[in-house]
T-cell receptor
Framework: QKEVEQNSGPLSVPEGAIASLNCTYS??????FFWYRQYSGKSPELIMS????GDKEDGRFTAQLNKASQYVSLLIRDSQPSDSATYLC???????????FGKGTRLHILP | DAGVTQSPTHLIKTRGQQVTLRCSPI?????VSWYQQVLGQGPQFIFQ???????GRGNFPDRFSARQFPNYSSELNVNALLLGDSALYLC????????????FGPGTRLTVT
């Protein structure tokens, strides 16, 4: 089992709709989770961090964490063409403090 | 405030050569981590340094080494380059020893021919 798993996509969402990106992790003791956005040819940009169960909202972005299910998600409301990118989920492993990234999900917002 | 800076931006090397990549963290950040990202994959952890000490190492061969300087900047060295070392090398900085929120630099694109 991979440590952080994401569906590679592409995920196509109409402009203005909600995009839902999902991620699962294997280390049950992990406490810190991150979502990064990466445009083609660019480096990852931190958009959300979440440490507690529940939802965390920041503008059009909502991160959701369910530690019992070892599941993290990112919702993007009112999707814009500029949201088209690869979204990377990352988790800090409890056993050794390393941050492990998933392969990323490619999101395509359809105008 | 300036973000994380990395140099050079691009680099082309031949198999067997050695390369040094450089990174300056965000002002006030004391931790630097290095990642390798190949096309279609997420970044893979190589090293983390905090206060000039190695705090973590990923599953990379001993050809990879790094260090952190008193001003918290860092270098990543790769010896005996292989074709498979071609990748985007990313540096990320964070405030403290524990790698909580990390901010990435623009990366160095290394091509080994």
């Amino acid at each position: 089992q991979k440590e952080v798993e994401q569906n590679s996509g592409p995920l196509s969402v109409p402009e203005g709709a909600i995009a839902s990106l999902n991620c699962t992790y294997s280390d049950r003791g992990s406490q810190s989770f991150f979502w990064y956005r990466q445009y083609s040819g660019k480096s990852p940009e931190l958009i959300m961090s979440i440490y507690s169960n529940g939802d965390k909202e920041d503008g059009r972005f909502t991160a959701q964490l369910n530690k019992a299910s070892q599941y993290v998600s990112l919702l993007i409301r009112d999707s814009q063409p500029s949201d088209s990118a690869t979204y990377l989920c990352a988790a800090r492993m409890n056993r050794d403090d390393k941050i492990i990234f998933g392969k990323g999900t490619r999101l395509h917002i359809l105008p | 405030d300036a973000g994380v800076t990395q140099s050079p931006t691009h680099l082309i090397k031949t198999r067997g050569q050695q390369v040094t990549l450089r990174c300056s963290p965000i002002s006030g950040h004391k931790s630097v981590s290095w990642y390798q990202q190949v096309l279609g994959q997420g970044p893979q952890f190589i090293f983390q340094y905090y206060e000039k000490e190695e705090r973590g190492r990923g599953n990379f061969p001993d050809r990879f080494s790094a260090r952190q300087f008193p001003n918290y900047s860092s270098e990543l060295n790769v010896n005996a380059l292989l074709l498979g070392d071609s990748a985007l090398y990313l540096c990320a900085s964070s405030l403290g020893g524990r790698p909580y929120e990390q901010y990435f630099g623009p990366g160095t694109r290394l091509t080994v021919t």
